[in-house]
């Protein structure tokens, strides 16, 4: 007889609350994504997911919202990249499906490597004002990630609907941490069910 | 002090098992179709999500592995499409965030209508080997959806990627679901925070 759970449910490290308490509220783009490239750091380190992290905030005035990384291999499901997670914990506390149901308050999501296809396109959904990266698409695939098929000009398909879009803030930083995934022999996960360990 | 769930959890319609049990195994597409599409039809009448139902099948025996519905409305999460509902839980079900991780096994995602951008962008990553739709992008854009920044060419992306692509099976019952939610006047949310309630 056909069976499947009734719900689903994934849950974020538990070195991520103490971790997110240490942010001071900002409107520095750099500060704001050097705490979120700390947390994709901390997240490789900690061996709790892939080298990705993301945080929605209020763009006003800095106040974090939610903070998520990626749990692709710890949670066993591949949707569960760093924006999603961060874009589900954001509206799940506000409780609402859109983050900009209220004019007044612009949301941005901070993010620490250009999204790949499936964020991108989950991004107009999102309610989000706009869209800071940090690592280049060009880092991921260095590392061996596929940002699968994006369009070429990506940034537009944001703009046109309204979606500020910052990109190359820390980026340095953000490349150190998926150079030290690779150094770690972190699981690389790509579109053609290849699994492989990094040599 | 900043605090956010630490985990997040998302519930299938009550409905949804029984349904799924009226399944007879079948590799016939237009007759997987038709259970994919009653599905979504049944949660446009339970009031349940928005009209799009999907679900992975065992390619070579029709065999179900799980039924998704869309959430977004219901849960309050913006990327809880149907397509990533059904993709999650047959991770979930089969323990494996990639459903194309024993090369043997082919995997199915049937979907009521082609998928958004992100749904899309999802595909590669979930490991199904093959894509199988119904209604259009434009059905779904003449009902007020939008669809978002996809690649014009979409197909090309996932056959690219070694995944094989069938639309147009059961298209005009599809339809039909589509505009039964908009003469109930079901929500449609969409990319520019435009909440409304149809006409």
Chains 1, 2 share one sequence.
């Not at 760093?82 to 589900?88: G, I, L, Q």
């Not at 209220?102 to 869209?131: H, N, Q």
């Not at 990266?133 to 994006?150: C, I, L, M, N, Q």
Request: one cysteine or more.
């Amino acid at each position: 007889m056909f069976t499947q759970p009734s719900n689903i449910s994934f849950t974020l490290p538990g070195w991520l609350e103490e971790y997110a308490r240490g942010y001071r509220a900002t409107t520095s783009l750099p500060e704001q994504m050097a705490f979120v490239v700390g947390a994709s750091r901390k997240n490789v380190l900690e061996k709790s997911g892939g080298p990705f992290a993301a945080a929605i905030f209020n763009s006003d005035n800095g106040e974090l919202i939610s903070l998520g990384v990626n749990r692709v291999t710890t949670e066993g499901i591949s949707i569960l990249h760093a924006e999603m997670v961060a874009v589900a914990i954001a509206q799940r506390k506000l409780g609402h499906y859109d983050l900009g149901h209220d004019p007044a308050t612009g949301y941005s999501l901070v993010t620490s490597t250009e999204p790949c296809a499936m964020c991108y396109g989950a991004i107009p959904w999102s309610g989000v004002r706009r869209v800071v990266t940090a690592a280049r698409d060009s880092d991921a695939r260095a590392v061996g990630f596929d940002e699968g098929p994006k369009p070429g000009d990506w940034i537009a398909g944001l703009e046109k609907r309204g979606i500020g879009v910052v990109t190359g803030i820390e980026e340095e930083k953000a490349r150190e941490v998926l150079r030290l995934y690779r150094q770690m022999h972190g699981k690389i996960y790509n579109a053609r069910g290849r699994d492989n360990v990094n040599p």
